[in-house]
């Protein structure tokens, strides 16, 4: 096959090379060629090639190492920033890549297929490809143990149905490679545990907000802090209880750390975890529901927003009293949070439509102060409660900025106060028939239309619009909010759920160990 670029391979019928119309082409095409390459690569601000897996290799399966030179860019419209970044956006935007579990010393490891180490392993001795017992999935994962332990363990780690077992463990087998300058330069910081602890001692710790997904995610990181962690939970038995994970005071890194002052090992968290569906409590939605929404209530006075699903809920200033506690009891630096799974029409019931589709036209308010609310319909179905999404996250954006500001103040005057950021992490749709899945696609697929999985890119789309980050002239809107669009490298794993149901995420399958290693860089490296 000829080397040149496709574009002047096109260039073959203005032959023979000797004619005049050859040479202008040629040399606009040269041109072409050469102001893209160095538009490009200026743009991006260096030129970098990075391996990536061959055709002929594949990136699903196979063991063979054929490796293409690609260049390193990143895809979409990502925000450019100074050498050594990796934004959500570049991390999103890479693909997995088959790693048998035995080729890599811990489930966050980085490795390089054209070392010869590499090839050693893969090709030499290696462990069991089946699964004979419960407790093997550990080693699959290459975790030691997990600080939140019991039989809950094997539920999170899918092990818990022998009938699936024949997924393992290739479920296992697959390593995030990100893209854009993710990849190298330093973009992107090498996961070490002693680092990441000393990091949420010395910098400050995180708050877990969300719903059962964001526990899930909490179990993960359970794992993969082991055996430095330990466990506590609020003596509770809510599903909402407080839980927590505290530096292990036998851990022999323990003493390796400068501890902030009021540090106490046993009542200062690194990470808690906090149930909470909605964001809002339900009185709270109920009030800015009659606020905004009037139309609902003139034509029926017995009109009730919510229905009797259950729900875990509270309002943000529960949650941020936490957040912005004492250090003795919260050396808190990151609030992580994540709400969509509770927002469907059947917890919502007064937004169900009992016939018809969901995409009914838009209600307007009235348009003169002589219209009246008894002439506006109500907006049923995805397409009003997504209105109504938008108008509380907006007000909770507002409200959380301006709590963060008025505790900087307070703080203002003691220089080891951890700044306190607070992170909005997309949230990732299900995969029907996720147990037949053996392995990641390739590409996002469309989402089956189940519960409100199918509307969960609208919700992110609401999260993306409100805390977009700068451009030009526009500053931050909400200077210590941001948005984590981190649903891709979940959306890419069929495979990669729990044996119960086919939303909630398998812990060691990468995507929720990812979703850890992209939030400590994010906070220690982006935003420090």
């Known amino acids: 096959?000829?080397?040149?670029?496709?574009?002047?391979?096109?260039?073959?019928?203005?032959?023979?090379?000797?004619?005049?119309?050859?040479?202008?082409?040629?040399?606009?095409?040269?041109?072409?060629?050469l102001i893209f390459f160095t538009s490009h690569f200026a743009r991006n601000g260096q030129l970098e090639w990075v391996l990536f897996p061959s055709e002929k290799a594949g990136v699903i399966g196979g063991d063979e190492l054929?490796?293409?030179?690609?260049?390193?860019?990143?895809?979409?419209?990502?925000?450019?920033?100074?050498?050594?970044?990796?934004t959500p956006e570049e991390y999103a935007q890479g693909q997995w890549v088959r790693r048998p579990y035995w080729t890599r010393p811990g489930p966050l490891s980085r490795t390089n297929a054209s070392d010869q180490s590499y090839y050693d392993l893969l090709h030499g001795a290696h462990g069991p490809e089946k699964m004979a017992a419960k407790e093997d999935i550990l080693k699959f994962a290459r975790l030691e143990?997990?600080?939140?332990?019991?039989?809950?363990?094997?539920?999170?780690?899918?092990?818990?149905?022998?009938?699936?077992?024949?997924?393992?463990?290739?479920?296992?087998?697959?390593?995030?490679?990100?893209?854009?300058?993710?990849?190298?330069?330093?973009?992107?910081?090498?996961?070490?545990?002693?680092?990441?602890?000393r990091d949420l001692v010395e910098g400050g710790g995180w708050l877990l907000v969300g719903d059962s997904i964001t526990g899930n995610h909490f179990f993960s990181i359970s794992c993969l802090l082991y055996p430095h962690v330990v466990w506590r939970k609020e003596d509770s038995k809510e599903r909402d209880a407080l839980q927590s994970l505290y530096l292990n005071a036998s851990s022999p890194l323990a003493s390796g750390f400068q501890y902030p002052a009021d540090f106490n090992v046993t009542t200062t968290p690194l990470i808690s975890f906090k149930r909470v569906d909605l964001l809002w409590s339900i009185e709270d939605l109920v009030e800015m529901h009659r606020k905004h929404h009037p139309e609902f209530y003139v034509k029926n006075e017995t009109f009730k927003l919510f229905g009797s699903e259950p729900v875990w809920t509270i309002s943000p200033d529960a949650y941020l009293d936490i957040f912005l506690g004492p250090a003795a009891t919260a050396n808190y630096k990151a609030m992580v949070v994540s709400t969509a799974g509770h927002w469907t029409t059947n917890l919502f019931r007064g937004y169900h439509k009992t016939s018809g589709?969901?995409?009914?036209?838009?209600?307007?308010?009235?348009?003169?102060?002589?219209?009246?609310?008894e002439d506006v319909e109500p907006l049923l179905g995805y397409d009003g409660l997504l209105v109504f999404f938008k108008e509380v996250m907006v007000r909770w954006a507002k409200a959380v900025q301006l709590r963060l500001d008025a505790h900087a103040s307070l703080e203002s005057t003691a220089e080891s106060a951890p700044q306190r950021q607070v992170l909005v992490r997309a949230y990732m749709a299900g995969h029907a028939d996720c147990h037949k899945q053996r392995e990641p696609f390739t590409e996002v697929k469309p989402v089956v239309n189940m519960w409100n999985w199918s509307e969960f890119w609208r919700y992110n789309r609401i999260w993306t619009d409100l805390l977009s980050p700068s451009t030009g002239s526009k500053p931050r809107p909400y200077e210590n909010v941001h948005f984590l669009d981190l649903d891709r490298p979940g959306a890419l794993r069929p495979d990669g759920h729990v044996a119960a149901d086919c939303l909630h995420i398998m812990t060691g399958s990468g995507v929720l160990e990812g979703?850890?290693?992209?939030?400590?860089?994010?906070?220690?490296?982006?935003?420090?």
């Open 1 to 33: 096959m000829s080397s040149r670029p496709v574009s002047c391979r096109l260039l073959a019928p203005l032959r023979p090379r000797g004619s005049w119309k050859y040479a202008i082409a040629l040399s606009t095409c040269s041109i072409v060629i």
């Open 66 to 86: 054929g490796w293409n030179l690609t260049p390193s860019d990143s895809k979409g419209d990502v925000p450019i920033g100074v050498e050594g970044t990796c």
């Open 145 to 197: 143990g997990c600080a939140s332990g019991g039989e809950y363990i094997w539920n999170q780690l899918a092990a818990s149905k022998e009938e699936q077992w024949d997924r393992f463990p290739k479920a296992l087998d697959w390593e995030w490679v990100p893209g854009g300058r993710c990849t190298g330069g330093g973009g992107f910081r090498e996961w070490v545990v002693e680092d990441v602890l």
């Open 357 to 373: 589709s969901d995409l009914a036209p838009a209600a307007a308010s009235p348009s003169s102060p002589s219209e009246s609310f």
């Open 515 to 528: 979703w850890t290693h992209y939030i400590w860089h994010y906070v220690t490296k982006q935003i420090h």
